[in-house]
Every structure is written in structure tokens, then in C-alpha cells.
T-cell receptor, first 116, second 115 residues
Framework: AQTVTQSQPEMSVQEAETVTLSCTYD???????LFWYKQPPSRQMILVIR??????QNATENRFSVNFQKAAKSFSLKISDSQLGDTAMYFC?????????????FGTGTLLAVQP | SQTIHQWPATLVQPVGSPLSLECTVE??????LYWYRQAAGRGLQLLFY??????ISSEVPQNLSASRPQDRQFILSSKKLLLSDSGFYLC??????????????FGSGTRLTVV
């Protein structure tokens, strides 16, 4: 079974600085997808960034980028120029690529606090 | 554009009472639908998913059930709530595309407190 591990329960960063959130996963599949979701205090789940395992190039979305290390099964999220609105719980998630019934499996989350 | 509606936003129910949470999706057809539960300060646990009308798969044996009476409607129910059913319930949808994975889109959630 696939598992997703986020080893940092809480992190803190100063406004305008850069922070990296860690995620590792375990799977025997070769084709899969990885995601980072953000859950602000409103508790709405918001997709931040996605990565296809078959792509070697790391995904980027504005201030958000990932470091995808397939051999190490690592998928970290880097937030540059942190803003107060980035304060949220961040979840790493995995989905196998095998078909319509594949489910999204979440890690336990990292609570990020951006300090002014 | 696609939207997902989930209600109620907040619910306080006594132990032993029934439960019905509803989720509807607009702007898409034949979506995959999901119910997740998030306990306080913890990750998301998949409860049920559905790939079509009347097709329900349960991930965790429990006091809850799900139904999909219409293509874009997903209902989470219980006949008798337990204290352990308290949590934040999220509905989500996705559309299967064998060329690209768009991930899930989530509703705004229901905070359920069983007292």
C-alpha cells in the first residue's frame, strides 16, 4: 500500500523568506502523481501544485516549486518570498496512475506559520 | 465552470441521532465523488468514493454510509451518530482522464460535532 509521510508537524518562517516542506512517499508503482494542497484557517482545501512522476522537470507555480527526487521518493515544496497569506496547513498527497478508481492518499500535514 | 457545494457548514448533533450531509457538483458530468473525514489536527481519511450512480466503495468500516442517487449528488449518512463521528467532513470530485490527472476539487466542508 502507498504511504505518504510528512515529518515536520509544524514550521515557522519570516515573511519574505524561503521555506521548504518535506514529504516522502512509498510506492511500487512507476506511474503516479504527486500533489501539494494548502488548507488555510478557512479549511478550504486548495491545490497548490502537481507533479507527474514521468516528468523529470520539477513543477513550478509562481512562488511555489517542488524538488521531486523519484529515486529517493521525495517530494518537497519550496515557498519563496513567503507571505502572511501562506499561513496554512500543507498536505502532500499521492495518487497512482492506474485508472479511474485511484484515490488520493494524504500525509498528516505540516502547519506553516508565516511571521511578520 | 465547475463548482462543488457542500452543506451544512456546521452541525451539532446529539449521540444516537441520524446524520445526512449533502454534496452536489455543477458544471461537469459523471464525476468521481469522494467523502473524506479530517479529525482535529490530523490528516484526511478517505471514507467513501463513487465512480457512478449507485456505485459506492467503502474504505473504512464504520458507522457511516454513503449514497449517490444522482450523477452529481453524493450523500453521507448515519442512522445513529457516535461521539467518534465528530470531525470535519470534506466532499471532493474529480474527472478521470487517462492523459492527465487534475487532482481533486474539494468542497468547503462540514464541521460536525457530536455531543
Amino acid at each position: 500500500a502507498q504511504t505518504v509521510t510528512q515529518s515536520q508537524p509544524e514550521m515557522s518562517v519570516q515573511e519574505a523568506e524561503t521555506v521548504t516542506l518535506s514529504c516522502t512517499y512509498d510506492t511500487s508503482e512507476s506511474n503516479y502523481y504527486l500533489f501539494w494542497y494548502k488548507q488555510p484557517p478557512s479549511r478550504q482545501m486548495i491545490l497548490v501544485i502537481r507533479q507527474e512522476a514521468y516528468k523529470q522537470q520539477n513543477a513550478t507555480e509562481n512562488r511555489f516549486s517542488v524538488n521531486f527526487q523519484k529515486a529517493a521518493k521525495s517530494f518537497s515544496l519550496k515557498i519563496s518570498d513567503s507571505q502572511l497569506g501562506d499561513t496554512a496547513m500543507y498536505f502532500c498527497a499521492f495518487m497512482g496512475g492506474g485508472g479511474a478508481t485511484n484515490k488520493l492518499i494524504f500525509g498528516t500535514g505540516t502547519l506553516l506559520a508565516v511571521q511578520p | 465552470s465547475q463548482t462543488i457545494h457542500q452543506w451544512p457548514a456546521t452541525l451539532v448533533q446529539p449521540v444516537g441521532s441520524p446524520l445526512s450531509l449533502e454534496c452536489t457538483v455543477e458544471g461537469t458530468s459523471n464525476p468521481n465523488l469522494y467523502w473524506y473525514r479530517q479529525a482535529a489536527g490530523r490528516g484526511l481519511q478517505l471514507l467513501f468514493y463513487s465512480v457512478g450512480i449507485g456505485q459506492i466503495s467503502s474504505e473504512v468500516p464504520q458507522n457511516l454510509s454513503a449514497s449517490r442517487p444522482q450523477d452529481r449528488q453524493f450523500i453521507l449518512s448515519s442512522k445513529k451518530l457516535l461521539l467518534s463521528d465528530s470531525g470535519f467532513y470534506l466532499c471532493a470530485w474529480s474527472v478521470y482522464d487517462n492523459r492527465y490527472n487534475y487532482g481533486y476539487t474539494f468542497g468547503s466542508g462540514t464541521r460536525l460535532t457530536v455531543v
